[in-house]
């Protein structure tokens, strides 16, 4: 059931998928927004592949990255990124539907940690993201 705060959100991050032009490159479709959570996915396409002919890591972590970047801005509070971390658990393949799911660990005035997992069509992870975020002052959208 959603709240208020997370219908909210939602709109939030509407927003700012509307100027997010490497959001949209990648393909990536929002699944689920709640107030310190989101969960969204893309399609691994063969314009990925890197100079060795294998998904560039970059594509994980990016989509990772989007997902940390709607979880910790969606209460209209503009957060970056202090800190990020990723780990490669498997590999990405082209063709791969990648599903990427960010929770809240901690949400302070000043600061969020959050976990994203990526997980592939297989419900197989492969690749484990912690992002740390600096909170502004500043809103996202005028309420």
């Excluded at 939602?10 to 107030?35: R, T």
């Excluded at 063709?95 to 197989?124: C, F, M, P, R, W």
């Amino acid at each position: 059931m959603n709240t208020d705060k997370d219908l909210f959100a939602g709109k939030v991050v509407a927003h700012i998928m509307q100027q997010d032009l490497f959001s949209q490159w990648l393909g990536i479709e929002v699944l689920e927004i709640k107030e310190g959570y989101s969960k969204i996915k893309m399609t691994v396409r063969t314009e990925m592949i890197n100079g060795l002919g294998i998904v560039h890591g970059g594509i994980a972590f990016s989509l990772a990255d989007s997902c940390f970047a709607f979880a910790c801005n969606n209460r209209n509070v503009l957060s970056v990124a202090l800190d990020t971390a990723i780990n490669f658990i498997k590999p990405v393949h082209v063709g791969d539907t990648l599903i990427a799911e960010a929770k809240e660990i901690h949400n302070g005035k000043s600061t969020g940690l959050y976990h994203i997992t990526v997980s592939n069509q297989k419900d197989h992870t492969v690749a484990l993201f912690k992002g740390t975020c600096f909170r502004t002052t500043k809103p996202l959208i005028s309420i």
